[in-house]
């Protein structure tokens, strides 16, 4: 079975967030499935340095204001096929925003045209190519589904990631696009008068998955919905949910080469070498007392707006608290001040750092995620992976993929971290407390840090489930 991925991000080419991870993890992971799957990746500087051997397939005279080539290869291990047009890729940094940190104001054409070159690529328009399948990702990949539906082609699966990020532009957008005025519609793209790339993708794929079932579910109702919750509603009988494993290759603590000593389920007390490099690169005294810490980008789906207002309680509590994230000025500017007000308790690092993030997670005893919401969460199980105990709201994949530490729970062995809810701050500190008062019991905390290290949070079941959706869409038994 080809199946064509089209996401905007791929790790180890692209990445902003988790989205980055899943589209790098999943061609390998569904490569046993007999799955032959390749990458649709828009044309980045960060994706054409990687790119060995290319072989050109298509070349484009004038693709909406430019000359473009579409060249296929390898990059870093993947099969990809790259949308090579500089007049909208060849700009560095972050693939959406510009230097200013402003989303580039022509992104409602770079994505309609790697969309729609997408589509076209699935249904065989160009060259030797063509997919059984065109698995879309997020919104700006969510236009192919709507050219596949108008123009004809395969079956197409599009998965959201995060349903609050929707491409919605203004309506004049529409002309630009190639589709036809029919698709400006209730049942297309029109979403309160303007144009919503990611409802044109919802209203016309074969199929639709998000990725944890309990944020399926979420998202059909207006708490979590935001907005879409009608459409979804509407399309519920094709919606399914898979959560997104990790890739065990690059996050396995017994390899690391990010880590000062690596360590497996029966060494945990190894661990104690990176919480000193932590300690050290933080400027924090060094101890053995609870280190709380922080990988993420630091917006309001994340909640850490509450945690930095109860950062003084959990210094006085002998707390400690490591961060490494950046995003809203004001919750980065809150970190900080609580870091020069705490600096031997808190330490707060605002940038990027692939190689920080997996000390963290092998060095820090918790690992805290107070989402407000979370389609999956990625933190979390790199936490369970590396016996750094995840403290999470119980949203979204949060709630489906940890196991909490209450009474019942413990008593029974099976506890893999700690769950609050609703997420507020009274709920979020007692759950700190609740932390501090388990790590202060060794034998316990062990225990919840070996059973989470010894779970399966690789892709080897949501593979399959994949696997079986795609076959399903084929059958036509989506539903
Ligand atoms: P989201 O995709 O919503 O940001 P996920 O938990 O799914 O959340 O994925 C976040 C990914 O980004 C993880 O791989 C995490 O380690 C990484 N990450 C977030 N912020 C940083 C940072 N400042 N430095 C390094 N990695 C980060
Ligand atoms: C999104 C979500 C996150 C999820 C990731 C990968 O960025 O915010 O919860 O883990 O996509 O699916």
Not at 123 to 152: K, M, T, V
Not at 362 to 389: H, I, K, N
Request: proline fraction near 6%.
């Amino acid at each position: 079975m080809k199946v064509l991925s089209v996401a905007a991000e791929i790790y180890p080419l692209i990445k902003t967030g988790g989205l980055a991870d899943v589209a790098g993890a999943l061609p390998a992971a569904l490569a046993p499935h007999d799955v032959e799957m390749t990458s649709f990746v828009p044309g980045y500087p960060s994706v054409l340095q990687a790119l060995v051997n290319p072989q050109e397939l298509h070349r484009f005279e004038n693709l909406s204001g430019g000359p473009a080539v579409l060249r296929m290869g390898k990059a870093k291990g993947l099969d990809v096929i790259v949308l090579d047009a500089p007049h909208l890729f060849n700009r560095p940094g972050n693939p959406y925003l510009g230097p200013d940190g402003k989303d580039w104001p022509d992104n409602a054409r770079r994505f309609a045209v790697y969309s729609e070159t997408a589509a076209e690529l699935a249904r065989g328009s160009y060259a030797s190519y063509s997919a059984d399948i065109l698995h879309a990702h997020d919104w700006q990949a969510a236009l192919a589904c709507a050219y596949l539906r108008y123009r004809g082609g395969p079956k197409s699966l599009l998965t959201i990631h995060n349903i609050a990020f929707q491409g919605v532009f203004a309506p004049e957008t529409f002309m630009s696009l190639n589709l036809p005025q029919e698709a400006y519609s209730l049942d297309g793209l029109e979403f309160y008068g303007n144009v919503s790339y990611l409802k044109g993708g919802l209203d016309s794929a074969t199929a639709l998955s998000t990725v944890s079932p309990t944020y399926a579910q979420e998202i059909c109702t207006p708490n979590y919905g935001m907005g879409l919750e009608g459409v979804l509603q509407a399309r519920r009988t094709v919606l399914s949910g898979i959560v997104n494993g990790i890739d065990a290759d690059v996050w396995n603590p017994t390899t690391d080469v990010n880590l000062a000593e690596r360590f497996d389920d029966k060494s945990i007390d190894k661990r104690r070498a990176n919480k000193r490099q932590m300690e050290k690169l933080f400027g924090l005294e060094p101890g053995d007392g609870i280190i709380h810490g922080v990988v993420s980008r630091l917006t309001w789906q994340k909640g850490l707006d509450i945690f930095v207002s109860l950062l003084d309680g959990v210094v006085a509590q002998g707390g400690r608290v490591v961060v490494l994230g950046n995003g809203e000025p004001n919750i980065e500017q809150g970190f900080r001040a609580a870091a020069l007000k705490h600096p031997n308790r808190i330490g707060v690092t605002t940038s990027y750092s692939e190689p920080l993030s997996h000390l963290i997670q092998g060095g820090a005893d918790t690992m805290l995620v107070p989402s407000r919401f979370e389609p999956c969460g990625l933190t979390q199980l790199y936490g369970l992976r590396y016996g750094c105990v995840p403290v999470v709201a119980r949203v979204g994949g949060l709630a489906d993929t940890i196991i909490d530490a209450n009474d019942a729970a413990l008593a029974a062995q099976v506890a893999t971290g700690l769950q609050f809810s609703p997420v507020d701050g009274i709920t979020l500190q007692s759950a700190l407390a609740r932390a501090a008062w388990i790590y202060s019991q060794p034998t316990i905390w062990r225990g919840i840090q070996q059973r989470g290290m010894a779970s399966d949070v690789s892709w080897r079941r949501s593979a399959q489930a994949y696997s079986k959706l795609y076959q399903n869409i084929l059958s036509d038994r989506a539903a």
